[in-house]
Nanobody
Framework: QVQLVESGGGLVRPGGSLRLSCAAS????????MSWYRQAPGSERELVAS????????NYANSVKGRFTISRDNTKNTVYLQMNSLKPDDTAVYYC?????????WGQGTQVTVSS
């Protein structure tokens, strides 16, 4: 079965950096685009970044452009989100996502808290 397991979240000061990882299994990882979403308390889940199956195309929410970088390693079935210059507004649970075989799959999420 499809599994997405996020890791790398934590508490960081404003201006700091974190790298999130999402390990995928149960499907042909290299065939599907991958995305990162986030959900802050009291807010809807929002798309942060996405990357094409081969990694040649990426898209970002305006709020993270220039600060976050999505990448993937198809040999390790893993997608990453490098987050730099973090702000308190980036505080949220971050989720890995894919649409494989017409079905959307989500990881369990990893908490990112940006606070001094």
């Amino acid at each position: 079965q499809v599994q997405l397991v996020e890791s790398g979240g934590g508490l960081v000061r404003p201006g700091g950096s974190l790298r999130l990882s999402c390990a995928a299994s149960g499907f042909t990882f290299s065939s599907y685009a991958m995305s990162w979403y986030r959900q802050a308390p009291g807010s809807e889940r929002e798309l942060v970044a996405s990357i094409s199956s081969a990694g040649g195309s990426t898209n970002y929410a305006n709020s993270v452009k220039g600060r976050f970088t999505i990448s993937r390693d198809n040999t390790k079935n893993t997608v990453y989100l490098q987050m730099n210059s973090l702000k308190p507004d980036d505080t949220a649970v971050y989720y890995c996502n894919t649409r494989a075989g017409g079905t959307y799959y989500w990881g369990q999420g990893t908490q990112v808290t940006v606070s001094s």
